[in-house]
């Protein structure tokens, strides 16, 4: 399966979870349900739903079949779905508890590391729709780098800032993140060496030469088939 239309999958299933989630807390956690907190999630929702949306025009109008050069230590397609499900999960986790520390102890440490992973998931929801959709390989590199640049920090407030106790524990879930993140780092960096951009023709690259051929080629197919 390739890696766009798995993102595609994977924002649906962040949808199907997160609404139970809100309609469980707004209506149905014990002993008082907590509409607030509730509605809290609401904007997120929002984004979740645009970011959804936007993956699956992306999908329509990007083909699937394009080929780019890719370094011979890149992960198959087959790694991303379990590697991806287990990271949001530990991710889950510990900025649930980062929340629920922050909504008790509004302190500035609290709400700093929250405000940083925050702007984080943000960037994060945003580099699949630049990489995969826009094939904007040195863009998608440089919001690599940002990720990392903004993770870094949350994990150590998380760990040693926390107010008014630090979370290691909570901060240790989000390592194998940070290792992950690392590496496709690197493995972005490299891409963008394989396919350099040309600055002459309007930031083209070997992605969106590929891109744009197939959907010629579709667009070939269908006009043959409609002969």
Not at 63 to 83: A, R, Y
Not at 117 to 131: D, K, S, T
Not at 198 to 203: A, M, P
Request: one cysteine or more.
């Amino acid at each position: 399966m390739k890696k766009l239309r798995l993102a595609s999958i994977m924002n649906g299933l962040l949808l199907s979870t997160l609404i139970p989630v809100i309609a469980l807390l707004g209506f149905y956690v014990q002993p008082i349900p907590q509409p607030v907190l509730a509605a809290l999630l609401l904007p997120y929702l929002g984004w979740l739903a645009f970011a959804t949306f936007l993956n699956v025009e992306i999908c329509k109008r990007n083909p699937t079949d394009n080929k780019i050069s890719l370094p011979s230590w890149t992960p198959p397609d087959t790694i991303f779905g379990p590697v991806w499900s287990t990271l949001y999960t530990l991710m889950g986790l510990a900025i649930g508890r980062l929340w629920n520390v922050t909504a008790s102890n509004p302190q500035q440490m609290n709400t700093l590391t929250l405000t940083l992973w925050m702007v984080h998931y943000v960037i994060n929801i945003l580099w699949a729709p630049v990489f995969f959709g826009m094939k904007k390989l040195r863009l998608a590199s440089i919001m690599n780098g940002l990720l990392l640049s903004t993770l870094i920090p949350v994990i150590v407030l998380l760990g040693f800032y926390v107010q008014p106790i630090p979370q290691p524990v909570l901060a240790a879930l989000l390592l194998p993140y940070l290792g992950w993140l690392t590496f496709a780092t690197f493995l972005n960096v490299e891409i963008c060496k394989r396919n350099p951009t040309d600055n002459k023709f309007g930031g083209y690259n070997e992605a969106r030469f590929q891109a744009d051929l197939a959907r010629l080629q579709q667009q070939a197919a269908r006009f043959a088939d409609g002969e």
